[in-house]
């Protein structure tokens, strides 16, 4: 089974998005583990590793996206689980995407993305084809 953390890093408090993504996610047969508001990065990341997760899913609306984005995928290398999939969304400028490409992030999803597609998108990335293998 496909298991995602979905966080909401920083003192952005406005879920509402992030739980529409987490539970068509728990719908299509993903497991998710929702770290809830006002976490850090290093709170999601400890989590990830923890529930041994396929990817983390970030919703940021304050604006600080270049740096929680790139802080994550950096403390993943650090406890060396570079092998799970940092996405994200939110309130992103579209000149702000390849910047987080840039730094490690695997895709970006901006207002009026249909779940439809989000959850799609985790499908085939994580697809068991491609999924990593743990011992």
Do not use: C
């Amino acid at each position: 089974m496909i298991r995602v953390v979905i966080g909401k890093p920083g003192l952005d408090g406005h879920d509402r998005g992030a739980k529409v993504v987490a539970r068509a996610l728990r719908d299509a047969g993903v497991e998710v583990v929702y770290t809830g508001l006002h976490v850090t990065a290093e709170q999601i990341v400890r989590t990830a590793v923890q529930e041994d997760a396929d990817g983390i899913g970030l919703s940021v609306l304050s604006g600080a996206h270049l740096v929680l984005f790139p802080r994550v995928v950096e403390l993943l290398a650090r406890e060396g689980a570079s092998d799970v999939v940092v996405f994200g969304g939110g309130i992103i400028p579209e000149e702000d995407i390849p910047v987080l490409r840039a730094a490690g992030v695997a895709e970006v999803f901006t207002p009026g993305t249909p779940v439809d597609a989000i959850v799609d998108w985790v499908r085939a990335t994580f697809s068991e084809d491609r999924r990593r293998v743990t011992a």
